[in-house]
């Protein structure tokens, strides 16, 4: 299986301005800030599954894949634990 599909929640909302990104969680009045990678990260994390992404950021950046696989592992986990990514449909 190729892991999960995610989606971005609705009242949640992502904006990238000059290389960084902004995602506010409407509903729990929070926003949080992301460099660029983590920009790339969630915008692969919704356009990709999880392995998908992996596959994606690990041709881009110069780190080793188990470091990356855990990181991104990690950083997907947390923005679903924060409301900011939601399983979509049709995923177990």
């Known amino acids: 299986m ?3 599909s995610y989606r971005r929640p609705e009242g949640v909302l992502f ?3 000059e290389g960084t990104g902004l995602v506010v969680h ?3 009045e929070r926003y ?3 460099d660029g990678i983590a920009v790339d990260m969630y915008r692969l ?3 990709h599954t999880l392995d998908g ?3 994606v950021v690990s041709g881009r950046y110069d780190v080793g894949d188990s470091r990356l696989q855990r ?3 990690a950083f997907a986990a947390r923005l679903e634990e924060a ?3 939601e399983i979509a449909e049709g995923q177990p």
């Open 53 to 55: 992404a992996f596959s």
């Open 15 to 17: 904006r990238e301005v």
């Open 71 to 73: 990181d991104l592992y």
């Open 83 to 85: 409301g900011l990514l």
């Open 26 to 28: 409407l509903d729990r």
């Open 45 to 47: 994390l919704t356009t």
């Open 2 to 4: 190729p892991g999960p």
């Open 32 to 34: 949080y800030g992301l």
